[in-house]
């Protein structure tokens, strides 16, 4: 699991920070009637549930090969992401579309708004740091690539899901913020519900395209085209390969799986044909370390 150390350490922290946001909200909820303050409390608990389920799916990705799965448990953590997705991020969603939908007949006003107020602001300052902390680490990995361009085509599916969750609840909150304000300045709670129906909205679109980002990994994506690149070149700069004739890539967790085929330079013998495909296989080892299955075939034609 070391590969995804760094996915963990920003895990914990973005589930110790939602904990102790849901609870604050969850209070402040009961206290003042707020629909949309409800609604965000909601959504910091599902994403309790939502953070406790990828670091299980980390936890079973970790898992070695057996009999029943030789390349091993890698893609554990997309079903994992996938559940977190369409589910938890939904059920969030749809219910703060019911409950606004819900209380726009009843015409229940805010009480101690300002305390909601407070409690938001407060939230949304603790978000923000955590969405600063899962950004960094995306800034890390992502290099010269735009933040869209790593989002459609990154292959770390937890650390999707978490910025997705840090993202949804920084806007929710601001929406909430923004509910709450308008419904204590007007006196009408009819904002207060829109504020609800409004941050359902946002995680339904959050999870629709965090759900087809990681259906794609479930199905079976190819590594990352630049890394794909990057072993293609280094394949046919080798004196051993005269042309790669197909190299085929699959991202399988924090593991890639790589088959080649390969027309290569003449040899007089087939223990001299082994021993340079070895020397290929144990160099392409040493320059991309997680490349952890390597299927190699020697022919002439594609």
Sequence with gaps: ???HDD?????FFALGANALIALAKGIAAWVTGSTAMAAEAVHSAA???NQGLLLLGLKRSARPPDADYPLGHGRAIYFWSFIVALILFSMGGMFSIYEGIHKLDSGQAVENPWIAIAVLAVSLAAESVSLWKALTQVN???GAQSLWRWFRETRRSELLVVVGEDIAATLGLGLA?????????????FYDSLGSLAIGVLLLIVALFVGIEIKALLVGQSA????????SRFLTAREEIAEVLNLITLQNGADVVVAVKARMTERV???ALVDAINRCEHALRAAFPQVRWLFFEPDTEK
Excluded: K, W
Excluded at 7 to 11: A, C, E, F, P
Excluded at 224 to 231: F, S
């Design 1 to 3: 699991m070391a590969r």
């Design 7 to 11: 996915s963990i350490t920003t895990i």
């Design 47 to 49: 994403d309790c549930g």
């Design 140 to 142: 890390a990995l992502r």
């Design 177 to 189: 913020l923004l509910a709450v304000g308008m419904a204590m300045l007007t006196g009408n709670p």
């Design 224 to 231: 990352d085209p630049a890394l794909q690149e990057e072993i």
């Design 269 to 271: 013998s087939a223990p």
